[in-house]
């Protein structure tokens, strides 16, 4: 391999995904030039800082207030639509001509109508819709709920260290935290039983792999 292959292939052989013969060939090419063995270094360096980096929480209330802005702001263009719309068929003029007049009532239904449907009554507002979905890595990642994120996170890579697996990305999604971690297929089983040991494992469905075949774990706060 010559260096521009090998900076490309360095991310991989970070987290174990080169096959074995591009692995021997990386690691050869590394021991002898130094100037790849210094791109490592600062990649090593680069994702020690990612991995220790925590995306700043919202403040309370934050998702609350988006809401309700998104609300009034919705429940204003209906009825604006609606005032400009008589405004409009009820002068003078149309109200002189049959055929305009029964347009103005079909007109009228049909802002009544629209007026309904767009806005948020009684029974249907912004908070009673369904919250986002959840978007993961994987399609049923495994959950388990901990007293603790912070804590639980710093077990479960302890634990992914202890069966020789590596640790792909981290991020928080919808108040939890997910990570996502690769293992060679004879550590996974040993693993997945001590999730127990972090605190209270959900029933695990098939398809908490990624499409690269990495496994994901949710951390949610009792």
């Keep these: 391999m010559d260096c521009k292959e090998v900076?490309?292939?360095?991310?991989?052989?970070?987290?174990?995904?080169?096959?074995?013969?591009?692995?021997?060939?990386?690691?050869?090419?590394?021991?002898?030039?130094e100037n790849c063995k210094k791109n490592l270094e600062e990649l090593k360096g680069t994702?020690?800082?990612?991995?220790?980096?925590?995306?700043?929480?919202l403040s309370p209330g934050f998702r609350a207030r988006v809401l309700e802005s998104i609300e009034e702001r919705e429940s204003r263009k209906p009825a604006a639509v609606v005032k400009r719309m008589l405004g409009w068929?009820?002068?003078?003029?149309h109200l002189k001509r049959p055929l305009q007049g029964l347009a103005v009532v079909a007109m009228i239904l049909l802002a009544?109508?629209?007026?309904?449907g767009l806005s948020p009554g009684p029974d249907r507002t912004m908070r009673d819709l369904p919250?986002?979905?959840?978007?993961?890595?994987?399609?049923?990642p495994i959950v388990v709920e901990v007293k603790d994120v912070d804590e639980a996170l710093d077990g479960l890579k302890k634990m992914i260290e202890i069966h020789h697996g590596s640790?792909?990305?981290?991020?928080?999604?919808?108040?939890?935290m997910e990570i996502t971690f690769s293992l060679e297929g004879a550590q996974e089983e040993k693993l997945i039983g001590?999730?127990?040991?972090?605190?209270?494992?959900?029933?695990?469905?098939?398809g908490f792999k990624d499409g690269d075949g990495n496994i994901v774990v949710l951390l949610k706060k009792r």
Excluded: M
């Design 167 to 176: 640790l792909v990305r981290r991020r928080p999604v919808e108040g939890t």
């Design 7 to 33: 900076k490309e292939a360095l991310y991989d052989f970070l987290t174990h995904r080169l096959k074995d013969d591009d692995l021997q060939k990386v690691d050869a090419h590394i021991t002898q030039c």
């Design 131 to 140: 919250s986002p979905v959840k978007v993961t890595g994987a399609e049923n």
């Design 194 to 206: 001590d999730l127990g040991q972090l605190g209270t494992v959900h029933r695990i469905k098939p």
């Design 47 to 57: 994702l020690n800082l990612l991995d220790t980096w925590k995306t700043p929480e």
């Design 89 to 93: 068929i009820l002068q003078p003029p």
């Design 112 to 116: 009544f109508t629209a007026y309904r």
